[in-house]
């Protein structure tokens, strides 16, 4: 099983990143997607999440109206994107799978949002 994050990097307040996860090794379609962060001194925390057939999605409070989250079931992709990003974004961005008792987690991209 591989969750690949992808798309992060260092943005100015107000601009925009789009993170993908690449998935493999498991049946996708069959998960449910999310993305968490966690910001240095923090916990974990969820961001967006995304059922498996992409129909029914959830976001924290900080992020409604600002980040989108979808798949790509025929690419086995999750995406996240991130507009009017603020100082208060910056975090290690994760990508998770997760189906009853199964839970995989991706590595991890980096988004700094800095003047």
């Known amino acids: 099983v591989q969750l690949v994050e992808s798309g992060g990097g260092l943005v100015q307040p107000g601009g925009s990143l789009r993170l993908s996860c690449a998935a493999s090794g498991f049946t996708f379609s069959s998960y449910s997607m999310s993305w968490y962060r966690q910001a240095p001194g923090k916990e974990r925390e969820l961001v967006a999440a995304?059922?498996?057939?992409?129909?029914?999605?959830n976001y924290a409070d900080s992020v409604k109206g600002r980040f989108t989250i979808s798949r790509d079931n025929a690419k086995n992709t999750v995406s996240l994107q991130m507009n009017s990003l603020k100082l208060e974004d910056t975090a290690v961005y994760y990508c998770?799978?997760?189906?009853?008792?199964?839970?995989?987690w991706g590595q991890g991209t980096q988004v700094t949002v800095s003047s």
């Open positions: 995304i059922a498996s057939a992409g129909g029914s999605t």
């Open positions: 998770r799978a997760y189906y009853g008792f199964r839970s995989y």
